[in-house]
Nanobody, 116 residues
Framework: QVQLVESGGGLVQAGGSLRLSCAAS????????MAWFRQAPGKERELVARINWSGSNTYYADSVKGRFTISRDNAKKTLYLQMNSLKPEDTAVYYC?????????WGQGTQVTVSS
């Protein structure tokens, strides 16, 4: 089992940047594929980006492609999401997710608010 704790959220103006972190504890971090999701008020949770165990393969939602970068440091057991050129529509609670086989583990989320 793995425990996940997100951090790095906050309030930023449109056009600004934030870097989210997701610290993992428990089982070997590199065993897991990782992803960032977000959920805006009144909307369903959506996939933002995902990364394989080694970091060699990534995927981005069209809405964030070219602005966000997902990365991981397996030695530090940490997942990152660098968010640049933020827009008001990026406002949401951001969650990290770890997947091993058919099991998913979620963090508690961190709020990102982008003001116009």
């Amino acid at each position: 089992q793995v425990q996940l704790v997100e951090s790095g959220g906050g309030l930023v103006q449109a056009g600004g940047s934030l870097r989210l972190s997701c610290a993992a504890s428990g089982r070997t971090f590199s065993d897991y594929a990782m992803a960032w999701f977000r959920q805006a008020p009144g909307k369903e949770r959506e996939l933002v980006a995902r990364i394989n165990w080694s970091g060699s393969n990534t995927y981005y939602a069209d809405s964030v492609k070219g602005r966000f970068t997902i990365s991981r440091d397996n030695a530090k057991k940490t997942l990152y999401l660098q968010m640049n050129s933020l827009k008001p529509e990026d406002t949401a609670v951001y969650y990290c997710k770890a997947t091993l086989s058919i099991r998913d583990y979620w963090g508690q989320g961190t709020q990102v608010t982008v003001s116009s």
